[in-house]
């Protein structure tokens, strides 16, 4: 019989893992944790990861590719609803899933029948071996750490239960092992010195709508979508221009971004530039303009522009 492997050469563990869950639980502070740099947006609001996003962690002799997703939800909106198909497709692609939730906080026990409800619900049909993930465990009382997983344990066939903290890092070896075991032979799909398959392009796009998520409040996040205009490298300068506009629903929110004399959108772009230098590894110069687009979050032809 052919086998493919002796055509690709290297015959390594390697696969595709989906990182999956409601929103907020800390997806893409595990991806960028995994990968040990910061490519998924990360903040405190919930369905801040609006794309999937690719990352790739190289071993000796392993290769796995993780996809963040967008947060699973009740999804009403356009916008929401291609989040949502991002995600729930993600899915049915990989060969192991990671479903994350956040354990921290108490929840009321109507509370938390629904949402297991709902995730046993999102996993109907899957078929690739599902390891819970139990998150931001330093927040919590380590006591309340073996009842839970026992609890988990009984309500669906997990593949595992593993508690961790994505953002220290503690617990997390222990789930790339268990990936190990689960992961078939395959091909290095991606070589060894890429992270991800986004262009930097849509990274410093990304970087720019998490300083809106992270710098405006109530709605504005949620308005907000950001368009590179131009991406200028200058190789003798050693310098990137980049030309971006945080594009608004309505026109009452154009003077919150903008705010009082041009300074919110200057620590927008502050901040902004600051991660960008850091991704590419050179001085940037960032333009940012804002531009409305009435209720662009439900305008199809918009969302696909922006590459739903
Ligand atoms: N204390 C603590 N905070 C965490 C942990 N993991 C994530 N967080 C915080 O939780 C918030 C949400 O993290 P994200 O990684 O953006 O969550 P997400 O699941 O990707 O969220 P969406 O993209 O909105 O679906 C951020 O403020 C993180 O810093 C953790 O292990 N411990
Ligand atoms: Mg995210």
């Known amino acids: 019989m052919i086998n493919i492997n002796d ?20 997806k893409s502070t595990l991806m960028n944790q995994f990968l040990g740099q910061k490519i998924s947006i990360v903040s405190h609001k919930p369905q ?8 790739v962690v190289n071993g000796d002799d392993y290769q796995i590719v993780l996809l963040d ?16 198909r991002i995600a729930m497709e993600s ?6 899933i990671l479903y994350m939730i956040d354990v921290s906080l108490p929840l009321p026990e109507k509370v938390a029948k629904e949402k297991n409800k709902e995730m046993i619900e999102q996993m109907d049909g899957v078929e690739a071996p599902v390891i819970l993930i139990l998150n931001k465990v330093d927040l919590l009382d380590k006591e309340r750490l073996l009842p839970m997983i026992q609890h988990y344990s009984e309500l669906y066939p997990f593949h595992s239960v593993m508690p961790l903290s994505a953002f220290t890092g503690e617990g997390t070896d222990v789930v790339i092992e268990e990936l190990l075991e689960l992961l078939p032979m395959g091909p290095r799909y ?11 392009r849509f990274l410093a796009a990304e970087i720019v709508r998490e300083k809106v998520f992270l710098l405006t409040g109530q709605e504005i996040p949620y308005s907000s979508a950001v ?8 190789e003798k300068k050693k310098m990137t221009t980049i030309h ?52 662009w979050s439900k305008d199809e032809r918009f969302l696909k522009e922006l590459g739903f």
């Open 190 to 200: 991606f070589p060894e010195d890429i992270p991800t398959d986004a262009t930097e």
């Open 244 to 295: 971006a506009t945080i594009v608004l629903e309505r026109n009452s929110q154009k003077g919150i971004v903008i705010g009082k004399g041009g300074k919110k959108l200057k620590s927008i772009g502050i901040a902004a530039r600051r991660d960008i230098e850091k991704l590419l590894g050179q001085k940037v110069l960032l333009k940012l303009w804002v531009k409305v687009r009435k209720n």
């Open 7 to 26: 055509f690709l050469g290297e015959s390594i563990r390697s696969g595709m893992v989906a990182i999956v869950g409601p929103p907020n639980s800390g």
């Open 227 to 234: 368009i590179i205009e131009s991406f200028e490298d200058d």
């Open 91 to 96: 899915l049915k692609e990989v060969d192991v």
């Open 69 to 84: 997703t967008p947060g699973l939800h009740k999804a009403r909106q356009p916008l929401n609803r291609e989040m949502v």
């Open 48 to 55: 801040t990861t609006r794309n999937r996003i690719l990352g």
